[in-house]
């Protein structure tokens, strides 16, 4: 770190010399406006960004690399999360069949890409959303509310017998996925802007917090779609009503550990989310009583159903683990 005393002019101004190799590199001339920043920390930022414009970041990616769909899929995930305004796809022949099912796909299962521009050997698909237009929270809400549902039907198959709510579940997945990658996205492009940042209401810190809690969220999600495959597995077995009954319970408290965890993390609240995280042995009991009584059915079902309690009590760890990122959120910001 280089140290420099300020310096005071006309007995008002206070002034202080910029490094020459940060001026240099980044090619600053005489009478360039410069933006300064007050961060919430006290310290100041200086940028030579002025202008209230969203960086436009274009990534190139070679459809001849890869003959596998998969592979390509997930470099466009990958360069849609680091924050991407602008994707090629680029061949030297024509775009092979492959990709564009792959392009579409891609356009479908995330927000706000659109395809632009189609040539024979060529495809841009652009970035249409303004960050600012999702704020966090609103997705962090969202996220909460469909993955409770999903993991709430995946239990109530157990009774009504209803096959369709599992395919249904798997299709709300694909929506909690959507909002995940956004949140990350929205995070790389913060991390990398603070004007945007600013525009957006929030410090990086906060979108860090942000994006830990919905990774949460999504793997809870992950859960709620194993209980109802492994439902799936005995769906036609006869099951007895105190397993059943048992399960029922289990998830609802897992859920009410889930419930308030996000309400502790709206309200800021620091004693509900330590009294939260206290419940937990109440939910693993639960679970273990699960488990014994799983072991007056049959071996198949008994491996399903024990599938079954460990993603209930999954669902109350990671609901717990959100409780935890609010109190050190909270206990960092205080220090």
Not at 101 to 130: C, H, M, P, Y
Request: aromatic share 6%; net charge positive; proline share 2%.
């Amino acid at each position: 770190m280089e140290i420099r005393k300020v310096q005071v002019t006309g007995g008002s101004s206070y002034i202080i010399s910029l490094p020459k190799a940060w001026v240099k590199t980044l090619n600053i001339k005489k009478s360039d406006p410069l933006g300064l920043i007050i961060q919430p920390d006290g310290t100041l930022l200086i940028t030579k960004k002025v202008d209230e414009g969203q960086e436009e970041r274009i990534i190139e990616i070679n459809a001849d690399t890869t003959d596998m769909p998969t592979y390509l899929f997930r470099r466009l995930i990958g360069a849609y999360i680091a924050g991407y305004s602008i994707i090629k796809i680029k061949s030297r022949s024509a775009i092979p069949p492959f990709v564009r099912t792959v392009t579409r796909k891609f356009t479908q299962v995330t927000i706000g890409q659109e395809v632009v521009e189609e040539t024979a050997n060529s495809i841009t698909i652009k970035d249409l959303l303004n960050p600012v237009e999702m704020p966090f929270d609103n997705s962090i809400q969202r996220m909460h509310l469909i993955v409770k549902n999903m993991h709430k039907d995946a239990v109530s198959i157990l009774k009504n017998r209803d096959k369709s709510l599992a395919e249904d579940i798997l299709s709300r997945d694909n929506d909690v996925d959507r909002l995940y990658w956004l949140i990350a996205r929205q995070h790389n492009m913060v991390s990398r802007d603070v004007n945007l940042a600013r525009k957006m209401g929030i410090t990086t810190e906060e979108v860090v917090n942000y994006f830990l809690i919905s990774r949460i969220i999504e793997r809870i999600g992950d859960h709620a779609v194993r209980i109802a495959k492994n439902i799936l597995n005995f769906i036609g077995e006869k099951v007895d009503e105190k397993i059943i009954d048992t399960i029922e319970s289990a998830s609802n408290f897992a859920l009410e550990i889930f419930d308030k965890s996000i309400e502790s993390f709206a309200k800021r609240d620091m004693k509900l989310a330590n009294k939260n995280i206290d419940s937990l042995t109440i939910l693993s009991s639960l679970c273990e009583k699960i488990n014994t009584l799983a072991l007056q059915q049959k071996s198949a079902v008994a491996i399903s159903i024990g599938y079954i309690a460990e993603s209930i009590k999954r669902t109350g760890e990671y609901a717990s683990d959100i409780s935890e990122c609010v109190i050190n959120h909270l206990i960092n910001k205080k220090t």
